[in-house]
């Protein structure tokens, strides 16, 4: 995949100061890859994790089993824990999540392609948008696809949360 949307997102995070980690589980470290792919990543990447099992979710980045029993493991509200996990647990002040169904059957009830996204934004309180965002195709387009939604939506996000943040907004961020 060429570099020119991956590559006006890594402008975009080093314009805009932020370093960037992931939690990536259906997309499985693609973003990462879809990054370091490009020059300049090491400027504004400081992490990702790769967490598929609830146990890993649970366990590296504070998902609460609760959140998982009520919402199912692709769901928004899963995406939005592992955002937060994950920027706590780093150097970065933004996190992208992915949680879904790959493919190519369905999981639990949930169609294949049906991925949950979460960005998340350092700040008191961390602001966290989440969106569920369903891609066809073979199980790695779907994850390619997923990974590139993932870090194009990244600049979206951050500009909605910039304007929530001025006084005219409501300065709460949020889902």
């Known amino acids: 995949m060429a570099c020119d949307p991956v590559m006006a997102v890594l402008d975009y995070l080093k314009d805009h100061h932020l370093v960037l980690t992931t939690a990536e589980s259906c997309t499985a470290g693609c973003m990462v890859a879809l990054l370091a792919a490009c020059p300049g990543t090491g400027e504004v990447l400081e992490s990702g994790y790769v967490v598929y099992s609830p146990s890993a979710k649970k366990r590296l980045l504070g998902v609460n089993p609760e959140t998982i029993e009520r919402y199912g493991l692709t769901s928004e509200a899963v995406a939005g ?14 996190a992208v999540a992915t949680t879904g169904v790959a493919g190519p059957a369905p999981e639990s009830g949930v169609l294949p392609g049906t991925l949950c996204f979460a960005w998340a934004f350092a700040g008191e309180p961390i602001a966290v948008f989440t969106h569920t965002q369903r891609f066809f195709g073979e199980r790695s387009e779907v994850m390619q696809a997923g ?27 949020g889902r």
């Open 81 to 94: 824990e592992m955002s937060v996990g994950a920027l706590m647990d780093s150097d970065a002040n933004v």
């Open 147 to 173: 990974a590139l939604y993932g870090l194009t939506q990244l600049t979206h996000y951050h500009e909605r949360w910039l304007r929530e943040r001025t006084p005219e907004g409501n300065g709460n961020g």
